[in-house]
C-alpha cells in the first residue's frame, strides 16, 4: 500500500540555525500537505502543495514538491524557539485518504 | 472561524466497555476523517465519509464502527475496549481534496 517515509526522525538545533526535514512517498502523490503538532497539541494546517516542482513559502518556511511528486521538503530559515514541535507531511494519492509520515520531531535550544 | 469540534475532550473507560467519540467538522466540508494516535507515534487514517457515505477505510479494528449522520456530524464507535485502544482521537474535515483541519481530539484512556 502507499507509504510516506519522512526524515529525520529528530532534529535538534541551535536557534538560529536552518531545518530541513524529507518526505518521499512510495507512489505519485496527487497533493501533499504539510503540518505542525506542538506537544498536546492537535496537527495544524501549514500548507498544501499539488503542482509538480512547486515552491511556497511562508515567512521563513519554504515547501517545495519534487517534479514526479513523489517527494516534499520544508525548511525553515533561522530557527526561533517557537518552531519547536512536529512536523508531519501528509500525502494524497487518490480517493480520499491522506497518508502521514512519521513526523520529525524539532528541538530548539536558545 | 468555525473549527471542527470533538466531544469529549477526555474519555475514561475501562476494558470490554464501549465508547463513542462525535464530531462536528467545519460547516460546508464534505469529507470528514477519523485518526488514531498513539503517544509519539504519527496519526494513523481510520475512516473517512465523502457527503455521509463511507469513502475510504484504514486500519480501524473490526471493533470500531463509524457513521456521519445527515446533520454531517460524525461519531466513532468503539466497543470492546482493549488496553491498547487508549490514544488520541482526531477527527478532521475538508472541502474536496483541499486541506485538512483537524479537531482538538479526544483523549481515551482505557484502564
Known amino acids: 500500500g502507499q507509504q510516506v517515509m519522512q526524515i529525520p526522525q529528530y532534529q535538534h538545533v541551535q536557534e538560529g540555525e536552518d531545518f530541513t526535514t524529507y518526505c518521499n512517498s512510495s507512489?505519485?502523490?496527487?497533493?501533499i500537505q504539510w503540518y505542525k503538532q506542538r506537544p498536546g497539541g492537535h496537527p495544524v494546517f501549514l500548507i498544501q502543495l499539488v503542482k509538480s516542482g512547486e515552491v511556497k513559502k511562508q515567512k521563513r518556511l519554504t515547501f517545495q514538491f519534487g517534479e514526479a511528486k513523489k517527494n516534499s521538503s520544508l525548511h525553515i530559515t533561522a530557527t526561533q524557539t517557537t518552531d519547536v514541535g512536529t512536523y508531519f507531511c501528509?500525502?494524497?494519492?487518490?480517493?480520499?485518504?491522506?497518508?502521514f509520515g512519521a513526523g520529525t520531531r524539532l528541538f530548539v535550544k536558545a | 472561524a468555525a473549527g471542527v469540534i470533538q466531544s469529549p475532550r477526555h474519555l475514561i473507560k475501562e476494558k470490554r466497555e464501549t465508547a463513542t467519540l462525535k464530531c462536528y467538522p467545519i460547516p460546508r466540508h464534505d469529507t470528514v476523517y477519523w485518526y488514531q494516535q498513539g503517544p509519539g507515534q504519527d496519526p494513523q487514517f481510520l475512516i473517512s465519509?465523502?457527503?455521509?457515505?463511507?469513502?475510504d477505510k484504514g486500519s480501524i479494528p473490526d471493533r470500531f464502527s463509524a457513521q456521519q449522520f445527515s446533520d454531517y456530524h460524525s461519531e466513532l464507535n468503539m466497543s470492546s475496549l482493549e488496553l491498547g485502544d487508549s490514544a488520541l482521537y482526531f477527527c478532521?474535515?475538508?472541502?474536496?481534496?483541499?486541506?485538512?483541519?483537524f479537531g482538538q481530539g479526544t483523549r481515551l484512556t482505557v484502564v
Open positions: 501528509a500525502g494524497m494519492a487518490g480517493g480520499f485518504k491522506t497518508i
Open positions: 507512489t505519485t502523490l496527487s497533493n
Open positions: 478532521a474535515s475538508s472541502s474536496g481534496a483541499g486541506a485538512t483541519f
Open positions: 465519509f465523502y457527503e455521509k457515505m463511507q469513502s
